[in-house]
């Protein structure tokens, strides 16, 4: 097997740490002098990592400039609007990794946009499975469809056994996000 073809990693299920996994294999990277894009759908919110990854020049990351919300709570323009943004983000990804720019491309909650309909499937399919075959590609959410599990070369599920929510505890700066 040829060293520098890059591979397909998901990380999945219901438990908290599917960003944060796709965040320690970007530092890694970045560690090694590879050339990270960190992309961002269903999160406009600042988070807490945002501050860290701005200090590290060779991780970019590009998101929705504002907050949506819960899907489960959007109008259809919101979600219209949402969907364009996404688009966008995917599209400049895609190109990007394409020309060769990019050693690492990470779609943080990839899974839960494809399966909402809040991206073209279209551009989201030709990045998975017209990968560019010196990029790692990482993606992370939800139900993961079996065509993309097939595809991938790592699986990892994260499991939710416990939970603070469950108790009670909402999200926390710094931690949750």
Not at 5 to 30: E, F, Q, S, V, W
Not at 63 to 69: L, Q, Y
Not at 148 to 157: C, R
Request: include cysteine; charged fraction near 25%.
């Amino acid at each position: 097997m040829n060293e520098n073809k890059g591979l397909i990693h998901i990380y999945c299920g219901d438990g908290k740490g599917k960003t944060t996994a796709a965040l320690g294999l970007a530092l890694r990277a970045a560690g090694a002098g590879k050339r990270v894009l960190l992309v961002q759908l269903l999160k406009g919110n600042p988070t807490s990592e945002l501050e860290s990854l701005a200090l590290i020049p060779d991780i970019k990351v590009i998101r929705p400039e504002k907050s949506f919300g819960f899907t489960f709570n959007m109008t259809d323009e919101q979600k219209s609007e949402l969907t364009d943004i996404h688009n966008r983000l995917l599209a400049s990804a895609f190109d990007k990794m394409s020309a060769g720019n990019l050693d690492m491309l990470i779609i943080d909650e990839f899974f839960g946009a494809y399966n909402k309909k809040l991206v073209d499937t279209g551009t989201a399919d030709r990045i998975v499975f017209e990968k560019a075959e010196h990029c790692e590609l990482v993606l992370t959410g939800r139900d993961p469809q079996e065509r993309f599990v097939s595809a991938a070369d790592y699986v990892s599920e994260i499991k939710c056994v416990k939970h603070p929510y469950q108790q009670g505890i909402t999200a926390r700066k710094g931690i949750e996000y």
